[in-house]
Nanobody, 123 residues
């Protein structure tokens, strides 16, 4: 029903910016809350940001609040993660995900996942 493809990752120096995109296919995309998660080497997958179906509601992990912005364009079936003031601690594989029902920050509640895109922040 839903296929997700992330893009926009790469290598950037500390203090720089990247914009990740998640392109979705499926006619029900606009009704799904969407989330971004990340997993660093040797770490558990962690919540980054979530956005409700209309784009009005957003929430962020404390570690990225004020630096990252999640947004969506339902007409383009795309979710974005604008990442500013990047730190080496942000280095991880970033995943977008979709779920049925209400917004959530728990990875276990999401139904669909992209393959991930690597973000590497150098010192």
């Amino acid at each position: 029903q839903v296929q997700l493809v992330e893009s926009g990752g790469g290598l950037v120096q500390a203090g720089g910016s990247l914009r990740l995109s998640c392109a979705a296919s499926g006619r029900t995309f606009s009704s799904y809350p969407m989330g971004w998660f990340r997993q660093a080497p040797g770490k558990e997958r962690e919540f980054v940001a979530v956005i409700g179906w209309s784009g009005v509601y957003t929430d962020y992990a404390a570690s990225v609040k004020g630096r990252f912005t999640i947004s969506r364009d339902n007409a383009k079936n795309t979710v974005y993660l604008q990442m500013n003031s990047l730190k080496p601690e942000d280095t991880a594989v970033y995943y977008c995900a979709a779920k049925r029902g209400a917004v959530s920050g728990y990875a276990r509640e999401y139904d669909y996942w992209g393959q991930g895109t690597q973000v590497t922040v150098s010192s």
